[in-house]
């Protein structure tokens, strides 16, 4: 434990009085005891002013670490203003994924200029071909090659010297001269080997891994599945390009359930927080509300050629509101089950029929219940028998056709390519 925490209220009042008092080696002493996700945190909580002051006065490993720890538009916001030599210095530094996610999120011009003052490029051309959301967009290049005619003593040596610079150190991947990959090799199997062993009698063959242009969720579920701490990636001539390591995969997963979270809340961009400017809130919400606006109006339009009964039974009015309410619920219980079950890969073909006619009984019984529990109530209240079946007749209709579509859509949009959330 470091002797300042960021969240601690003392800590956050000292640095802020360095900054005014112009203290800046206090400055520096604050965030070099922290870790470095804690100084991410506390760089992006600091002023535009007060971030470049503090990136004049560190070192260019220091700021790298702050970057890889940063959100890709954090990043780029704190990048933007940096002089082109220094940003090229910083990305040298950086994790090749998180490099290459910056460079791309550049302007043309300034990747250009940017990649031909890097030293290192080359770790980061590769990544720069593949789409973010892609497997080839989250791996890294960073990470350790044996040959399968090595022997288990000089591979420790080779671990010994390069381990501390990787970002996965606890799997080493065996290749040939072409990269194809025949192997993988773990820290425990490569430490009980005798030392004259060579890899290929100790290498598990049976390599799980995954093409560069999959989807990062179909990775994300792969690692899940098979529960591995890295999962290698081939290209289309199954060459070993990258590694995808387990923190990476931490980041697909919180950024596909806020995928899933925001398209069930009906907004269409994912990335959208409450500080997003005014166009990207009304780009990322206005269209679905303008959607349900016209359902809304259609319904009221049927609703309409039925004015005759309301002027005649005036109380339906007060409760069409409960019977449209239930069945929009029980809709939105069966979407996200649905939803949440072919996400983690748990409905198949074959479940379809009975998963409807399951559905289907239980928006039965759902509707029975509340359809005797408002109906009567509501025929004791307003003493009147008739009215309370119709509306426990309408609750029961209207949350079995609920059930019904609640279930199908979302197969239906899964099973044509679509994504259901």
């Keep these: 434990m470091g002797k300042y925490d960021r969240n601690d209220p003392e800590t956050l009042k000292l640095l802020g009085s360095s900054f005014e008092n112009q203290d800046y080696q206090t400055v520096l002493e604050i965030f070099r005891d ?115 005619g090595d022997s288990a003593d000089s591979a420790i040596q080779y671990l010994r010297s390069a381990g501390l610079e990787t970002d996965i150190p606890y799997y080493l991947f065996v290749v040939n001269k072409e990269k194809d990959l025949l192997g993988v090799v773990g820290l425990r199997e490569l430490i009980c080997a005798d030392p004259g062993q060579i890899i290929s009698d100790i290498m598990e063959s049976n390599v799980v891994s995954v093409q560069a242009m999959q989807d990062q969720e179909e990775a994300a579920q792969v690692m899940k599945h098979y529960d591995l701490q890295a999962l290698p990636v081939l290209n289309n001539l199954d060459q070993l390009v990258g590694v995808i390591s387990h923190d990476d995969i931490l980041d697909v997963l919180v950024d596909e359930s806020t995928e899933d979270i925001y398209r069930l809340a009906s907004v269409s961009d ?81 479940q379809i029929i009975p998963i409807l006619f399951r559905q289907i009984l239980v928006g039965m019984f759902l509707g029975t219940v509340i359809g005797l529990i408002v109906g009567i109530g509501v025929g004791f209240w307003q003493a009147n028998p008739y009215l309370g079946l119709v509306l426990g007749l309408a609750l029961l209709g209207n949350m079995l056709v609920a059930s019904i579509v609640g279930t199908l859509a979302p197969l239906i949009l899964e099973f044509t390519g679509q994504d259901p959330a």
């Design 34 to 148: 922290l870790h470095p996700a804690d100084q991410a945190k506390m760089f992006y909580a600091l002023k535009t002013d007060q971030q470049e002051v503090l990136l004049e006065r560190m070192e260019i490993p220091e700021i790298a670490d702050i970057f890889d720890e940063l959100e890709d538009k954090q990043t780029l916001t704190a990048a933007r203003n940096l002089p082109l030599p220094f940003l090229a210095d910083i990305i040298d530094d950086m994790d090749p994924d998180e490099a290459a996610d910056l460079l791309g999120d550049l302007s043309g011009q300034d990747v250009r200029r940017t990649i031909s003052l890097m030293e290192e490029s080359e770790e980061v051309l590769p990544l720069l071909r593949y789409a973010d959301e892609t497997a080839g967009g989250r791996m890294t290049t960073d990470f350790l090659l044996l040959g399968p």
């Design 270 to 350: 994912y990335a959208l927080e409450p500080e997003s400017g005014l166009f990207l809130q009304l780009k990322g919400r206005l269209p679905w509300l303008l959607l349900n606006t016209i359902t809304a109006l259609i319904g009221a339009w049927v609703i309409s050629n039925f004015g005759d009964l309301f002027v005649q039974v005036a109380v339906l009015a007060f409760f069409q509101s409960v019977v449209a309410a239930q069945g929009g619920n029980a809709a939105s219980q069966n979407v996200a089950m649905i939803v949440r079950s072919l996400a983690l890969g748990k409905v198949n073909p074959k």
